[in-house]
């Protein structure tokens, strides 16, 4: 199979991308992770917070974009869905658990103050032209180091 000449969002690695995008957002100043952020667990399913709460704050950061590029217009109660977790209860059958709200409302909070991610009322979030732009760019280049291999 050949490698598509177009490189977006859907062509290259999701892992890949999220990792590149990670990178790039941290030399925005506009997005750093809070100074209690260490303290909080990304979900009440979980027993305990993310090793690394600063790299964790920028690879959510960069997986919000990336869902915001794929599925236009979310809001937070849907993030909260689609980054559900399943809560262990022993013997008893596991249930789904929303993810902290608090964590993805002050990711896209920051994000929307670096011109990445924009509000729409009543609707939800969506991203900017330049939110598009870097996205693009970073799956461009993922996409001509890889077939420059």
């Known amino acids: 199979m050949s490698t598509p ?4 969002v859907f062509t290259v690695d999701p892992a890949e991308l999220i990792e590149s995008l990670a990178e790039k957002l ?9 100074l209690e952020s260490k ?15 600063e790299l ?5 950061s960069a997986s919000l974009l990336r869902k915001l590029a794929i599925k236009q217009n979310l809001g937070v109660r ?7 977790s399943n809560q262990k209860k022993g013997h008893n059958p596991s249930h789904s658990r929303p993810a902290a709200g ?22 939800g ?3 900017t032209p330049e939110g598009q732009s870097l996205i693009d760019k970073v799956a461009h280049e993922l996409h001509r180091a890889k077939s420059g291999e």
């Open 5 to 8: 000449r177009i490189a977006n």
């Open 26 to 34: 941290k030399t925005y100043s506009e997005i750093n992770p809070p």
């Open 39 to 53: 303290y909080w667990k990304t979900s009440c399913a979980k027993e305990f917070p993310p090793e690394d709460s």
């Open 56 to 60: 964790f704050w920028f690879i959510r």
């Open 78 to 84: 849907r993030l909260r869905k689609i980054y559900s």
């Open 102 to 123: 608090k964590i993805i409302r002050r990711c896209l909070q920051q994000l929307e103050k670096a011109g990445l991610v924009n509000t729409i009322e009543g609707i």
């Open 125 to 127: 979030r969506k991203l």
